[in-house]
């Protein structure tokens, strides 16, 4: 648990995902922004590597499920790990996009001019959702 106190006896505890919300006394800034940023480099290395690793990944389920499907193979037995690989077909909604609901709504109303007063309606009725966060910023 990595906690910090302040002169003050007050403490920001930094386990559980979030600061406290009581005052913190600004002089472990210092010390907190550089935790925050070797946590962010750290995190930051993780995920380009997982990002390659998820293309290598992509690149070999491909190769897998064209052959499964090309020789009408429904399930792959592993010897080396007593597992099966399962090839499944399944149907999923398209995203609703501007240019799906676009298309959508102008079959539906059978008119572009109505289908896109109705994207304009959703468009500047749609609700806002304010996110605070930070960034770190490299000089040049």
């Given at each position: 648990?990595?906690?910090?106190s302040?002169?003050?006896?007050?403490?920001?505890?930094?386990e559980?995902?979030?600061?406290?919300?009581?005052?913190?006394?600004?002089?472990?800034?210092?010390?907190?922004?550089q935790?925050?940023?070797?946590?962010?480099?750290?995190?930051?290395?993780?995920?380009?590597?997982?990002?390659?690793?998820g293309?290598?990944?992509?690149?070999?389920?491909?190769?897998?499920?064209?052959?499964?499907?090309?020789?009408?193979i429904?399930?792959?037995?592993?010897?080396?790990?007593?597992?099966?690989?399962?090839?499944?077909?399944?149907?999923?909604?398209?995203?609703?996009?501007?240019?799906?609901?676009?298309?959508?709504?102008?079959?539906?109303?059978?008119s572009?001019?109505?289908?896109?007063?109705?994207?304009?309606?959703?468009q500047?009725h749609?609700?806002?959702?304010?996110?605070?966060?930070?960034?770190?910023?490299?000089?040049?």
């Amino acid at each position: 648990m990595s906690v910090h106190s302040n002169h003050s006896g007050e403490s920001l505890n930094l386990e559980g995902g979030s600061a406290s919300a009581a005052p913190v006394d600004t002089s472990n800034l210092g010390t907190i922004v550089q935790e925050w940023r070797r946590l962010e480099e750290e995190i930051s290395a993780h995920k380009q590597a997982a990002r390659e690793k998820g293309k290598k990944l992509k690149v070999l389920e491909g190769i897998i499920m064209n052959i499964m499907k090309q020789n009408s193979i429904g399930a792959l037995n592993l010897q080396s790990s007593g597992g099966r690989i399962l090839y499944k077909q399944s149907n999923t909604k398209e995203s609703l996009a501007p240019k799906t609901l676009e298309r959508l709504l102008t079959e539906h109303f059978q008119s572009a001019e109505k289908a896109a007063e109705a994207l304009r309606f959703i468009q500047e009725h749609r609700g806002l959702k304010i996110v605070d966060k930070i960034r770190y910023q490299r000089d040049e």
